[in-house]
Every structure is written in C-alpha cells, then in structure tokens.
C-alpha cells in the first residue's frame, strides 16, 4: 500500500460525459501528479500541482482540467469524453516540488475509465 | 524531447532462468527508478539509481545506471513465477518532477 487513494476504482461512462477523478497523496506529500496508461501509449505524464498549484504540464487535452484543494487532494475532471479517453489513470505523489531528492513518486491504484 | 527506450518488450522463461531487461536513452538523466506493476493495480517502486555506474542489489534483482547516466538495465537472477508482471524504467524529466516512462517489459515466469 503505497499510501495514496483513489476513487473510484471503475468507472464506465458514456461519450460525450463529463467525469470527475479523486486522489488523496500521502501524508505529507506536497506533489500531486496525474499520468493516463493506454495499452499503445504507456504511462503519459499529465499534469504536475505542487501545494495547490499547478506547476508543470504534460500532453494534457484541453478537455482534461485537474486542481489540488487546500487540504491536498486533488481531482482530474474529464470532459466531453471519446472513446480513445478510455484508460488508466493513476495519480501519484511526492513530498517536494521535484518529486522528492530521487524524483521519486508513489502510485495510487488507478482508476479505470471505460467510455461507450 | 526526452524519451527512453525499453527492451524487450515481451519476455517469457521458465523458473530459474536469468534475464535483463534494458533500458536506452539518447538523453541525460539525473536519476532513473524501476517500477513494477501488476495488473489492475499502480506502479510500485522497487528502486531508484542516483550516480552514474550506480549498481543497487535487491534480493535477486541486479540494478545498473550506466556511466553516462542515459540508460540502465535490471537483471534477474533465478526469475520465479512471482517476478511476473509489467516492468518499468523512468527518469526524472527535465521539466519540474515527472517521470518519463519507457514502454515496458512483460515479463511472465513460468513453473
């Protein structure tokens, strides 16, 4: 157990949906990051909210927004949903701002998005 | 644009064999972590490497960050069928904190 949540664990949708995605870091960790897994792209970097705010930027879509709140978590919303949105997203976590001394960053489970 | 390159892609042995899975840059990076990841479930670091021809040992697992710190390799020695699962490099990127991902090994170990 890596330390950081979550929720939901599955989720199946329709295209043109809106979804909102839930992750709580460590405790402690400052860094919050958002990587989406397809099966032809890998692990694709996001985006990057360090304390609140968002401090680096991946290939993220226009239709993908995410925020960190005051108490740390953070949520991915994802809009006008395709089929090709379809992924893993797993969010993950660090204490600093560049990911720890080693860069090192903690997983979450995932959530699993399906769009029919 | 910084990306890493991982061999091979697919891998199946049998019980007791070695392997090494590589994993090849044409850029620099400040340090290099291995994850493992089983189905349905997020990354799990196993290691990180700092300095270049940094060698790190866990249990049976040989971790090696070449000289000019660009690529790296993972060697398993004696694989059991619990090594199985999706083998990943990543390097510190050159833009605050993520991580650039290789591809990935699938490595299946067989009884």
């Known amino acids: 157990d890596s330390g950081v949540t979550q929720t939901p664990k599955h989720l199946i949708t329709a295209t043109g949906q809106r979804v909102t995605l839930r992750c709580s870091p460590r405790?402690?960790?400052?860094?919050v990051y958002w990587y989406q897994q397809s099966l032809d792209q890998g692990l694709q970097f996001l985006i990057q909210?360090?304390?609140?705010?968002?401090?680096a930027k991946g290939n993220i879509l226009e239709r993908f927004s995410a925020q960190q709140f005051p108490d740390l978590h953070s949520e991915l919303n994802l809009s006008s949903l395709e089929l090709g949105d379809s992924a893993l997203y797993f969010c993950?976590?660090?204490?600093?701002?560049?990911?720890?001394?080693?860069?090192?960053?903690?997983f979450g489970p995932g959530t699993r998005l399906t769009v029919l | 644009t910084q990306l890493l390159e991982q061999s091979p892609q697919f891998l199946s042995i049998q019980e007791g064999e070695n392997l090494t899975v590589y994993c090849n840059s044409s850029?620099?990076?400040?340090?290099l972590q291995w994850y493992r990841q089983e189905p349905g479930e997020g990354p799990v670091l196993l290691v990180t490497v700092v300095t270049g021809g940094e060698v790190k040992k866990l249990k049976r697992l040989t971790f090696q960050f070449g000289d000019a710190r660009k690529d790296s390799s993972l060697h398993i020695t004696a694989a059991q069928p619990g090594d199985t699962g999706l083998y990943l490099c990543?390097?510190?990127?050159?833009?605050?904190?993520?991580?650039?991902f290789g591809q990935g090994t699938e490595l299946s170990v067989k009884p």
């Open positions: 909210y360090y304390n609140g705010e968002e401090r």
């Open positions: 850029s620099v990076f400040s340090s």
């Open positions: 405790s402690g960790d400052l860094s």
């Open positions: 990543a390097g510190a990127g050159n833009q605050g904190g993520k991580l650039i």
């Open positions: 993950a976590s660090s204490l600093s701002l560049s990911g720890g001394f080693y860069n090192e960053q903690f």
